[in-house]
């Protein structure tokens, strides 16, 4: 899987040269250890928009961005990043793949300048296959503030490499790297990785095995790299020898290697991954200088707090808190705004454009009542759903989401999974569709169905705009509590159907892992706002494509049979009825809502818009006022958003004291909110929204499942226990709070 | 209602129908990021 970006951007460091006809094309890798900034490093260069987050595990996929730079042509390949060449996760294995079969010109080896011991273990794997690399010493500039003094020049000698010392995020040394990768290509015989020595024992035995494959597979010794094809066969690697079709037995490597195994006493894969270790530690030793006194850095002290073991979690509870008071607080004034616009001007100007063409009045219904009613309903919560991304994109690029995962590692292994399986969960707050393809990134597929059949518990941003309408009619008071309730009830859910599977489908014990916490660091305003958009525009996408669509279906719906007087009698009115005592018990038994929710599988916040189309009042109900001038509507539409603006940019510092979503609601913003605190309770409000929580994964997530798992049966499951978890807990939450007697 | 107004209707339901068909299924709902296979299409659409 690959994308060709063309450069653009005029902040990217390539596009700062002028482009001349490109006379060859290079290829290069960009390897490293997760949270190198190695996706971070190809956006700079490139101009791409390749996603960055400040946790491990972000780039699942190779990716690519293709540049001119000097009259070449560069091709950046972002690999995944990976600790080791061994292949034991899917993203070791795509990253070893590539450099093996692909052979590219060069590598651009990012290594975090920070934590350089476990980095150059990779580096150490890298020089094994003889491709020319191009050392990124990344994240310079937080190295040389720990008073770290890295000898680049003796780390070129002892590697055979070319060092660069580089600030991806400040691109800091991109010049001297592309600079260094374009001679590299020109001149490859300029640089040679160097052979690291492993010692005696291993290098005489490797020496035999390359002489064997030499002699018996000469194919072989020109296809691969033969010192990593020798130790690749001497450490048993499955994957090498099921793609060879030949065994270790067949060489007679175990007589090769049967010194090497008797003098340290371990399998080969062991010694040879303390030789690596070895070259690592040592070049470490060499190349850099620590200050004497290590001060407690910001980042241990702030976790010595955030992962403290009663604390951790409650901690994480209260960021949760704070982050959804402020989503709703900030969008507010955006809301009304958006709401305001799209109930008056915007639906004037769409009847206006009807009358015009004179158009029959079933389509001047269809786009008032159908379009403007459904979408509009929807576009009303862009700004909250863009506050929530916002907000999400800072917790993840600063660090806090890795954190996040870890203080929830206990609850994991109690289901049978580790922290790690929390980061797609985390990703599901977003989008649940991402969140799937996340989980390619465990280890095993029974990690990767657990997770998946668990990410829909997760609410994701398209649940908003159901939350806040239904929050905003019956809980103004308490808003971000009460949508807080949500998304911990979601992963509380999550907890205790993780033990049901893992006493039932998948039963086992989580296997090991070790995950890496990232620094703390302040993400740039830049790239927040970049990576909200990122996450963001794709709920306007679904707006404009199937909200759309789903909207002038419900219209036709309501519609039909033609002529038909009453909703309730219409083709929806009518499926509505039949589903709808099903939802008796949980107290919103109405054909309105059971309509509302069957639309919604397509995409949750076409609740939102079916409820918006079933309670607007049909075209020509409405009195007939004096329109105000096309000239009026847009000076209003200007104005009013920078008002909005500005009251948005209040709450941000009062957020703790003003009364989000309160109950001094604008006329317009009544409407659909009158009818819902006409028909529903708080306490059925309060079910509905839970109904909306756990019930089916949308359309879309079933489509990611089935193409991520090959089956329809990992659906099929998580359809049948999210209806029946979902009916279940709306039951409870309304018949258990009408016996005791709460929000009837 | 006339012929032209069902001709009219009929024209806009198909076109909803495939728009539903391509967001949804084709585009695999335009979710986010290269994750969501929809770089394929992308390079393919270029």
Same mark, same amino acid.
């Given at each position: 899987m690959s994308v060709e970006f063309k450069v653009q951007s005029s902040e990217s460091v390539a596009a700062g040269f002028s482009l001349r006809s490109a006379k060859k094309t290079v290829t290069v890798a960009v390897a490293g250890n997760p949270n190198s900034?190695?996706?971070?490093?190809?956006?700079? #260069?490139?101009?791409?928009?390749?996603?960055?987050?400040?946790w491990p595990g972000v780039t699942v996929e190779k990716k690519e961005a293709v540049f001119e730079y000097e009259g070449t042509r560069i091709r950046l390949v972002d690999l995944p990043g990976?600790?080791?060449?061994?292949? /034991?996760?899917?993203?070791? *294995? *795509? =990253?070893?793949?590539?450099?093996?079969?692909?052979?590219?010109?060069? *590598?651009?080896?990012? $290594?975090?300048? =920070?934590?350089?011991?476990?980095?150059?273990?990779?580096?150490? &794997?890298?020089?094994?296959l003889e491709i020319p690399v191009v050392m990124a010493l990344n994240i310079y500039? !937080?190295?040389?503030?720990?008073?770290?003094?890295?000898?680049?020049?003796?780390?070129?000698?002892?590697?055979?490499? =070319?060092?660069?010392?580089?600030?991806?995020?400040?691109?800091?040394?991109?010049?001297?790297?592309?600079?260094?990768? *374009?001679?590299?290509?020109?001149?490859?015989?300029?640089?040679?990785?160097k052979k690291l020595n492993y010692g005696e024992d291993i290098e005489s035995a490797a020496r035999i095995v390359e002489s064997l494959i030499q002699d018996g597979y000469p194919s072989l010794a020109e296809k691969y790299p033969q010192r990593w094809l020798a130790f690749k066969l001497m450490e048993k690697d499955d994957h090498v020898q099921n793609e060879l079709t030949i065994t270790s037995d067949a060489l007679s490597i175990e007589e090769a290697v049967r010194h090497l195994k008797k003098a340290h006493e371990e399998d080969v894969e062991s010694i040879m991954a303390d030789a690596r270790y070895a070259q690592a530690a040592g070049l470490t030793r060499e190349v850099l200088k620590r200050p004497e006194l290590r001060k407690m850095e910001l980042t241990e002290k702030i976790d010595k707090i955030a992962l403290n073991r009663f604390l951790g979690i409650p901690l994480f509870l209260a960021a949760m808190w704070f982050m959804f008071k402020l989503t709703f607080d900030v969008s507010k004034p955006l809301g009304d705004w958006m709401n305001t616009m799209t109930s008056g001007p915007f639906k004037r100007w769409a009847e206006a454009v009807v009358g015009l063409i004179h158009a029959p009045s079933w389509m001047s219904s269809l786009v008032t009542d159908g379009v403007i009613a459904g979408v509009g309903s929807v576009l009303v919560f862009v700004p909250v759903i863009f506050a929530m991304m916002f907000f999400i994109t800072f917790l993840e690029g600063s660090g806090y989401m890795a954190r996040a995962a870890f203080v929830m590692d206990r609850a994991m292994h109690a289901i049978g999974l580790h922290g790690k399986s929390f980061i797609p969960m985390l990703l599901g707050f977003g989008c649940n569709v991402p969140a799937i393809y996340a989980t390619r990134t465990l280890e095993n597929q029974r990690d990767k169905a657990l997770t998946a059949l668990l990410v829909p518990l997760m609410s994701c941003g398209a649940r908003l705009p159901v939350y806040v309408i239904f929050i905003g009619a019956f809980f103004p008071a308490h808003a971000g509590t009460v949508l807080w309730s949500l998304y911990v009830m979601g992963i509380a859910l999550a907890i205790v159907m993780g033990l049901i599977f893992k006493k039932t489908l998948f039963k086992g014990e989580a296997p090991m892992f070790i995950m890496e916490l990232p620094p703390y660091r302040m993400p740039?305003?830049?790239?927040? +706002?970049?990576? =909200?958009?990122?996450?963001?525009?794709?709920?306007?996408?679904?707006?404009g494509t199937y909200i759309l669509a789903v909207s002038i279906l419900v219209w036709f719906l309501l519609n039909l049979p033609w002529g038909v007087e009453n909703k309730k009698d219409s083709y929806l009115g009518q499926v509505g009825q039949v589903a709808a005592p099903v939802l008796k018990p949980l107290g919103f038994g109405n054909w309105e809502a059971a309509s509302s929710l069957m639309a919604g599988v397509i995409a949750k916040e076409i609740v939102v818009g079916t409820m918006g189309e079933i309670y607007v009042k049909t075209t020509g109900e409405e009195k007939k006022t004096e329109q105000p001038a096309f000239t009026d509507d847009l000076k209003?539409?200007? %104005?009013?958003?920078?008002?909005?603006?500005?009251?948005?940019?209040?709450?941000?510092?009062?957020?703790?004291? #003003? %009364?989000?979503?309160?109950?001094?609601?604008? !006329?317009?913003?009544?409407?659909?909110?009158? $009818?819902? &605190?006409?028909?529903?309770?708080?306490?059925?409000? /309060?079910?509905f929204i839970t109904f909306v929580l756990l019930y089916m994964p949308c359309v879309v997530v079933a489509i990611a499942m089935r193409q991520e798992?090959?089956?329809?049966?990992?659906?099929?499951?998580?359809?049948?226990?999210?209806?029946?978890?979902?009916?279940?807990?709306?039951?409870?939450? /309304? &018949?258990?709070? %009408? +016996?005791?007697? #709460?929000g009837g | 209602m006339g012929f032209s107004d069902i001709i009219w209707m009929g024209l806009i339901i198909a076109g909803t129908l495939y728009l539903l068909y391509r967001s949804v299924w084709k585009k695999k709902g335009h979710c986010a990021g290269c994750d969501s296979q929809t770089c394929e299409l992308k390079k393919s659409n270029r």
């Open positions: 900034g190695k996706s971070t490093l190809i956006n700079a #260069i490139a101009g791409t928009r390749l996603h960055v987050g400040n990976v600790y080791s060449l061994s292949p /034991y996760t899917q993203e070791e *294995i *795509i =990253t070893r793949d590539y450099l093996v079969h692909e052979m590219p010109d060069a *590598i651009i080896n990012v $290594v975090d300048a =920070t934590n350089l011991e476990r980095n150059l273990y990779l580096t150490v &794997q890298l020089l094994e500039d !937080e190295a040389e503030k720990k008073g770290y003094a890295i000898d680049a020049k003796a780390m070129e000698e002892a590697l055979g490499v =070319t060092v660069v010392p580089t600030v991806a995020t400040r691109k800091n040394g991109l010049y001297e790297l592309l600079k260094a990768v *374009i001679k590299l290509a020109d001149h490859p015989a300029s640089r040679h990785p740039s305003m830049r790239s927040l +706002l970049i990576h =909200t958009w990122e996450k963001g525009k794709h709920f306007l996408i679904k707006a209003e539409l200007g %104005t009013s958003f920078g008002a909005a603006l500005v009251d948005s940019a209040k709450n941000v510092f009062s957020t703790l004291k #003003i %009364t989000s979503l309160s109950a001094e609601e604008d !006329e317009q913003r009544a409407g659909l909110k009158s $009818v819902i &605190q006409s028909t529903f309770t708080p306490l059925s409000a /309060y079910a798992f090959g089956t329809w049966k990992w659906f099929g499951i998580a359809f049948a226990y999210q209806m029946a978890l979902a009916w279940l807990v709306a039951f409870v939450v /309304y &018949q258990g709070g %009408t +016996l005791l007697g #709460i | -």
